[in-house]
């Protein structure tokens, strides 16, 4: 049960901190660019209706649907669970993967058609948004644990290292 919580805790993390950062720069911006860094981080409203990177802007629907499919299939992982590492690596993924979906429900045009807000913009990269990150970061953290041999149910299948010295 320790590492439901870890997943709810990490997914919940990112949805709160990815839903008060839009309405914060949606409510409080209003189309203000803000520059930090130097200029190289700009903080600036935009709308995604695609995927990642603006990718297939007409398919909202599949995005919302996978989304709900990403979300049902962790929490069915979720009690096997016995690795805190890839409890946090899939809790991130559902927090990004319910933070969009979110938006795609609740903003214009209509219902699971809804545009994603993004305002992370390094100028050299596409603008995203917390959701984004968790998702990426979770994506890394689940590569990174998958080769290091290491199972969600805490089963670690990496060879040994031998001691030859």
């Known amino acids: 049960m320790r590492h439901i919580g870890v997943l709810i805790g990490a997914a919940a993390g990112v949805v709160v901190l990815d839903v008060l950062t839009k309405l914060w720069v949606v409510e409080r911006l209003r189309g203000d660019t803000l520059r ?16 990642a990177f603006g990718f ?7 995005f919302s ?30 927090g990004g993967a319910v933070g969009n979906l979110i938006d795609r429900v ?13 305002f ?22 689940a590569v990174l644990l998958s080769l290091r041999g290491i199972e969600p149910t805490g089963a670690n299948t990496a060879d040994p290292v031998s001691s030859d010295t």
């Open 56 to 62: 297939a802007g007409g398919a909202t629907v599949l």
């Open 106 to 118: 609740l903003r214009d045009p209509s219902p699971l058609r809804g545009e994603v807000v993004d």
């Open 65 to 94: 649907a996978v989304a709900v499919v990403v979300a049902v299939v962790i929490l069915r992982v979720a009690p096997r669970l016995r690795s805190r590492g890839w409890a946090v690596a899939l809790g991130l993924v559902l």
């Open 120 to 141: 992370l913009d390094f100028r050299v990269w596409p603008s995203f948004n917390v959701a984004d990150s968790g998702i990426v970061i979770g994506g890394a953290l």
């Open 36 to 51: 930090l860094l130097g200029g190289a981080l700009l903080i600036r409203e935009s709308r995604n209706p695609g995927a």
